[in-house]
């Protein structure tokens, strides 16, 4: 009787521990998918001013500037699911590396310093945005592979652990950027 109550003490310590890391796992995803939150909001506070300073730079390219502040304005809607905030950013991504050949591509944006400080402020919150999605990326992994593995698959199914998608770039993101297309798009 004695080793019975033992194996059973046993093995609901097992499961103890195995939920727990399910959970550890989980808030460890949507802890680094509120980082990326943070830092999207980041990004679409930023466009507004971009915008502005282009559009006075750059009014023959109306197109693109307004599809950037569409997108913005998708984003910031509230009661976003993490799905629908993942998806406006990477539709996002494209027409802001556009916005960044642009630049490039002309001289007088180029020399307007407050374009370019606020490009240089775009790229450190890309650069960020992209580190951030591979430690999301990551977790994500780790927290499905838990869930799939046995015997912590038993506990997850019991306790209906379900599971997160990754960040993962678009195919039009995969493809070099035609900046005529956009600015013509």
């Known amino acids: 009787m004695m080793e019975f109550l033992i194996g059973v ?3 609901l310590v097992i499961g103890v521990l195995i939920y727990n890391t399910l959970v550890s796992r989980r808030n460890q995803c949507d802890n680094i998918f ?22 006075e730079s750059m009014k023959y390219e109306k197109g693109l500037l307004e599809k950037v502040t569409e997108l913005r304005a998708k984003a910031m809607r509230p009661n976003l699911t993490p799905e629908q905030k993942i998806a406006i950013a990477d539709e996002l991504t ?17 020399a307007n310093e407050q374009i370019m400080q606020l490009m240089r402020t775009l790229n450190e919150i ?5 580190a951030a999605r591979r430690a999301y990326n990551q977790a994500v992994t780790d927290y499905n592979n838990a869930r799939q593995m046995f015997p912590s698959s038993l506990i997850a199914a019991w306790f209906q652990f379900g599971p997160k998608e990754l960040f993962e770039i678009p195919e039009v993101e995969r493809r070099n950027i035609d900046i005529k297309e956009l600015l013509n798009g």
């Open 34 to 55: 509120a980082s990326i939150d943070a830092l999207l909001k980041k990004r679409y506070n930023l466009i507004p001013n971009l915008v502005t300073l282009m559009k």
């Open 126 to 130: 890309e650069e960020q945005i992209a």
């Open 94 to 110: 494209q027409p802001l590396h556009g916005l960044m050949v642009a630049v490039e591509n002309y001289p007088e944006l180029r």
């Open 9 to 11: 003490a046993v093995i």
